[in-house]
C-alpha cells in the first residue's frame, strides 16, 4: 500500500516537473535596450500581458501609450504603473480594435499628438461570440484585422524613428488554427458557430492569421530597419477566459492556479522582442521562451500570408 501510494506521488511530482519544463515553461528577457527618450504604443495594455509589458517600458524610461478601450480601466492600470515605477510618462488613448472608424480615430491623434513611434505592441486579444462593428466576427475582427489596419496606419511613423519594431502576440494555439478564404469572404468571419469550444477554434484561426501578418510584413519592410516579431507568451493567468462559458471555466481556474505563469512572467517573451540587440536578421520569426521557434508550415506559407494580407487591405477599404 505504501509503495503504489510512493508510486503515485512520484508520479504526479513527475507530471508536475514535466509540464512545468514544457508547456508552462517560463523564460527571462535579458534584452537590455535603452528606452529613454523611446515611445511605445501597446493595444489592451490595461491588464494581463499588456499591463506587465507597459510596467517593464515604463520603467525603463519609455514613454507608454496604453491604447485601450476603456477609460476607467486604463486609468487604473496608469495609477498601479506610475506607483510602482515612478514613470509619469504613461497616457491612455482611446482605441476601441472591434472598429474601423475608432482605429482611423485613435491613429489621427496618435499621428498628430506624438512625433515618434519606436514599438508598437499588438497584444490586445480576446476569446469571445460576437461582430465588430465592421460586421467581422470579433475574434478574426480583433486579434488580426484591428491590429492590421493599425499598423498600416502607424508603419510610416515607426519608419522614421529608426529601429522600429513590431510586435504581435500570436499563441501556440495558432498551431490548431486554419485559415478558410472562402468561408470568410461569405461569413466575415475565420470560425463558426455559438458554442463557447467554438470561440476557441475561431481563436486559434486568429492566431494563425497573426504568425502569417508578421511573416508578410516582415517580407514587405525589407530595405527598411523596421522589423518585426510574432509571440507564444506561455501559457498566463489573466483574463482571456473572461468571456467563455462556465464550465469551461470551472476546468481551467484550477488548472491556471496551479501551473498557469503571471502576467510578468508571460511578458518575458514581448520584452525580449522589444528588448534585445541582434535580433534583427529574425524579423518575421516566431518567439516563445524568449527564443526564436520554428513553425509548422502553415504558419510560414507565403502564398497564403499574400492572400491574408491583401484580403485584409481590402476588408479594411485600404484597397
Ligand atoms: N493568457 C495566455 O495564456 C495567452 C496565451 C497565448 C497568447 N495570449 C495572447 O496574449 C495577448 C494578451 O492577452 P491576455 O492573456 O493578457 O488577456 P487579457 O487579460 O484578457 O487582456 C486582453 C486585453 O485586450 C483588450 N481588448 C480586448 N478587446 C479589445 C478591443 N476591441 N479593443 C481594444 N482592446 C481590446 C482587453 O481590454 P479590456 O480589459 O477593456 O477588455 C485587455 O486589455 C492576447 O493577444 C492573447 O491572445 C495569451
Ligand atoms: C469600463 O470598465 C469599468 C470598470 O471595470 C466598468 O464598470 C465599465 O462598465 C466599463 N465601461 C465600458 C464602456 O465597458
Redesign the pocket.
Known sequence: MFGVLLLLGAAVLGGYMLLTQTVFRSARCRGNAAMGGKTVVITGGNTGIGKATALHLARKGARVVLAC?????AD?AIADIQQETGSSDVVYMHLDLASFKSIRCFTETFLKAESRLDLLINNAGLVADGRTEDGFGIEFGVNHLGHFLLTRLLLERLKEAGGGRVITLSSMAHRWGHIDFEALAVDKHLGTGGYSWQFWQAYCNSKLCNNLFTHELAKRLRGTDVTCYSVHPGVVRTELSRYVGLWQKLIIEPIARLLFLEPEAGAQTTLHCALQEGIEHLSGSYFSFCAVQEVCARARDDAVARKLWEVSERLCGLS
Do not use: L
Open positions: 478601450r476603456n477609460r476607467t480601466k487604473a
